[in-house]
């Protein structure tokens, strides 16, 4: 079966421009995250889609981020006006029902390094 | 407020030889999860174990183990017998108030960079 993908695999840009990553999860995964890694750094977290429960978007660093998911398929994170700090790797997972089980992993995808110049 | 720390930047081993990793953590909320991932050079983030704050044994995995102590919040993770597929970053994670529907994001730490060696 297929795990989370995620496109474009590799993404550079101009500073003050405009991207969009997408996700795609795992098929009957409702719950959706994005994190961004800096380079040598851990991940962090950027949001988190459950169902069709309002987002968890306390991780955004600021207003030139936000997310959308369709129902429970396709995610896209836009950034806004792209700074050189923005360049990271951005990860997405899911994970497979309800997070009532506290051992539910995350399946995560193979992340989009996005590079601002 | 809910924190990792990987004290580890980078660790040795021999070739079948046991390693251990070092995580502690910091949360105020009785109810929470601790995963290990590693992530190799290719980048993917591959789950490798979980322990619950309320279970009663270590979690085992193959050859791995989480060595978990409640009281003193640590949460290391044990390979035993190193492969030299082995060699990868390695990240503890932390998810909190894993009862009760909460946001279920993962903290993680910085990563602890396992290199084995034959």
């Known amino acids: 079966g297929a795990g989370v993908s995620q496109s474009p695999s590799n993404k550079v840009t101009e500073k003050g421009k405009d991207v969009e990553l997408r996700c795609d999860p795992i098929?009957?995964?409702?719950?959706l995250y994005w994190y961004r890694q800096r380079l040598g750094q851990g991940l962090e977290f950027l949001i988190y889609?459950?169902?069709?429960?309002?987002?968890?978007k306390s991780g955004l660093p600021s207003d030139r981020f936000s997310a959308e998911r369709t129902g429970e398929s396709v995610s896209t994170l836009t950034i806004q006006r792209t700074q050189q700090e923005d360049s990271a790797v951005y990860l997405c997972?899911?994970?497979?029902?309800?997070?009532?089980?506290?051992?539910?992993?995350?399946?995560f995808g193979p992340g989009t390094r996005l590079t601002v110049l | 407020a809910q924190k990792i720390t990987q004290t580890q930047p980078g660790m040795f081993v021999q070739e079948k030889e046991a390693v251990t990793l070092d995580c502690t953590y910091d949360?105020?909320?009785?109810?929470?999860?601790l995963f290990w991932y590693k992530q190799p050079s290719s980048g993917e983030m591959i789950f490798l174990i979980y322990?619950?704050?309320?279970?009663?044994q270590n979690a085992t995995e193959g050859r791995y183990s989480l060595n978990f102590q409640k009281a003193r919040k640590s949460a290391n993770l044990v390979i035993s017998a190193s492969q030299l597929g082995d060699s990868a970053m390695y990240f503890c994670?932390?998810?909190?108030?894993?009862?009760?529907?909460?946001?279920?994001?993962?903290?993680f730490g910085t990563g602890t960079l396992l290199a084995v060696q034959p």
């Open positions: 997972a899911s994970s497979p029902r309800q997070e009532l089980y506290p051992g539910n992993e995350q399946f």
């Open positions: 889609f459950q169902g069709n429960s309002a987002p968890d």
């Open positions: 322990q619950g704050s309320y279970d009663q």
């Open positions: 098929s009957g995964h409702t719950a």
């Open positions: 994670a932390m998810r909190e108030a894993v009862y009760g529907g909460a946001t279920n994001k993962l903290i």
């Open positions: 949360t105020s909320d009785p109810s929470y999860g």
